[in-house]
């Protein structure tokens, strides 16, 4: 099996869309689902484009209620391309299938180069055998440009063959079920610009309340002379080839398509823009050799290997999904990361606060990439005060589901498919969002020492976030203690307490504890920006001495509520009642989704101690246990070890991974514990998008938080990798089943940092040529790394070993270190 390669054979029309979401090309401009050219939406096939930050607004009436809805604009198809033998049948893998005409079927994700293929040999209806090959991309060379080569042989006939390629804006926003009663008619269609003969295709649309233009353009070409024939209608342009075809004499068709929006730089008009770009571009392989190259440079930046082929298979199929999502070419384009990526319409594309779970990666490796996601929250900070404002708070409340403009974009209502009852829907009340956002940019600071970022952009979010918690906390007298009331945490399974009618919970532990940590972030931010810079900021933001003192007064005193010896999930989680989950398990067999079966059985889970994801266990992949402890110890609180342990112990059995974020959590801090049952989950957390393992989640869209995450973990938790105060703190904990791991890394501008794990040895390199020497931390040593120099210590079953032996080894000359 190879690291570097996705293969299926045969053709599956039940597992079509799962394979659609997971062969996505997309260079972080766009992105198209792996559908076959010649399928169009009718329930097996779902061939979405979707262009980051394309959004587009209509009115709905949902589950009785006016409302309205963004959706990320499933955008026309370039792909269309289908061929016949002249007096016989368009191409149609599903017909011939079903008349068992399809001889054979393969498709194959090229992970490395970025190329999709698919071969196949069909029969017509004549008995006439056809032999095909294609491969895509969508280049990460040219963010405008993908391309389509097909190629035919006709095995066992001679005579004329047509061929149809197109671009079809008769597109609607339909691929997922549930929403498919909203509207989702979001392009307004034009009559196409007809070019006349061997001229690209244009077809221009336009999305209806965001007004975005997209222009695409296709440059069709034969090996062998053809007839061409403009097949125009509304909102679809298309062209019909007329060629000869001998007896095994293969003839290729090349599409070249580029896409061009009213949103992108440098650019007049999107349709001239786009016929530009087509007519100057290469043919196919001149462009995949562009393409290929700026992968090769991309997977350089990516190096990150575990011994295990079928694990690095998939960890490389998440790092391919990450960047094909958001990638250099976003950098510009103002855009967040969708939790689905763009890869199909579940969340409507909305961004979420799963980028906790994403930049980590990123800003290891891309750290720009990770900058240009905290600039989308940045300008968007005026969309969260006017929310803070409307709510009557000071500072940012950024929205639970964000969108174009920062608006909240969370949905009132949502459907139980189980039940098929719509009901309220609280979670915009997941306050915490914010947080993550002001968390995500002291980590991003402490990484890079980007300290430009920081006093511009960054410390602006964290002191708003700040400000609104700050405000939202409540001074109780009685106890001299502040709270936070009517916000939800992280498991959506609560949304209030039983019996009580307004929504909300009060001092979710996540959220208290963690709004304490980001206020004291806030004001270190604070202090560490130049004197002028400082003053300047406070004077902005109109922060005085009094609203600091308040600052440090909600830091000192926030309640964090407990029971039983462990943090408690929320204030009043003690009575609930405590779940039986053997029951359910027997009856249901899948109970991730406890949320809808009790619906339908007419109960809540808001009734019991079950949680749908990691909650309170939360803080333990935020927080370092130091800076946990350092929080509590700060508020008076229990803190400590035990703690930890207990806490963790009581709420991993009350949990049911309703989200893959969850399980992604939970191996992480049991890989701290229990390094064998970490890894299972680890392994579980892996396969969830491969496998489908939500049955049917992964057609409707990746999980970009679980697919990072997981990438993740292997650096920052099995590597022990940390960025905090200067240095970067290492803290192996290589799980029994890897015996080496070996990651190249970016830290704080220097490139070239090889690292490798094994069960007995650590060793950290430092590439010759690296501009100066960097500094780690490794249990009570503070070592000094020189470049060309690298320097080891000895691991016993991959943990720190007491009474390592350092040694620094001379790498010499052009010598490096760097991962296979
Ligand atoms: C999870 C959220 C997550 C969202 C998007 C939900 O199912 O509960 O935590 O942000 O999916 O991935």
Known sequence: MSRWVLAYDGYDPETEGLREALCTLGNGCFATRGAGPESTADGVHYPGTYIAGCYDRLPAEIGGRRTDNADLVNMPNWLPLTFR??????????????????LSYRQELDLRRGVLTRLVRVRDRAGRTFRLAQRRIVSMDDPHLAALETTIVAEDWSGPLRIRSALDGRVVNAGVERYRNLPGDHLTRAEPTSQGGPEPLLLRASTVSSQIRIAMAARTRTTVPAHRTDVADRGWAGQDLAVDVQENAPVTVEKVVAVFTSRDRAVEECGEAALAAVTGAGGFDALLGAHTLAWTRLWRRCQLSVD??????????????????????????????????LHGEAYRGHVFWDELFILPFLTLRFPEIARALLMYRWRRLPAARRAAAAAGHRGAMYPWQSAADGREETQRVHLNPRSGRWLPDHTHLQRHVGLAIAHNVWRFYEATGDAEFLAEYGAEIMLEVARFFADLADYDRSTDRYR?????????????????????????????VLAVWVIRRALDALALLPEDR???????????REEITRFEDVAAKTHVPFHDGVISQFDGYADLEEFDWDRYRERYGDIRRLDR???AEGETPNRYKASKQADVLMLFYVLSPDELDDVLRHLG??????LAARTIAYYLPRTCDGSTLSSLVHAWILAHTDGDEAWEIFLDTLRSDLTDAQHGTTPEGVHLGAMAGTVDLVQRCYAGISTHGGTLHLAPRLPPAVGELRLGLRYRGHWGIDLTCRQDLIRVALRPGAASPIHITYGAEDIEIQPGTSWQSPLRDGRPAAGGRLTETDLGPGRTERPG
């Open 534 to 544: 400082r003053t300047e900021l406070s004077e902005r933001l109109a922060l005085t």
């Open 308 to 341: 295990q082929v079928e694990v690095q298979r998939v960890l490389n199929l998440h790092i391919f999904h990450l960047l094909q999502t958001v990638s250099e070419h976003s950098v510009d384009l103002d855009v967040g990361v969708p939790a689905r990526g």
């Open 484 to 512: 936070i009331r009517g916000v939800m945490g992280p498991d959506e399974y609560h949304d209030a307490l039983p019996g009580r009618d307004t929504p909300g919970l009060d001092d979710n532990a996540y959220t208290n």
């Open 597 to 599: 079966i009790l619906e």
């Open 85 to 102: 033998a002249d007096d016989g049948e368009w191409f149609d893998a599903d017909a011939a299938h079903r008349e068992d005409r399809l």
């Open 637 to 642: 609180y229990d803190h400590g070890p035990a």
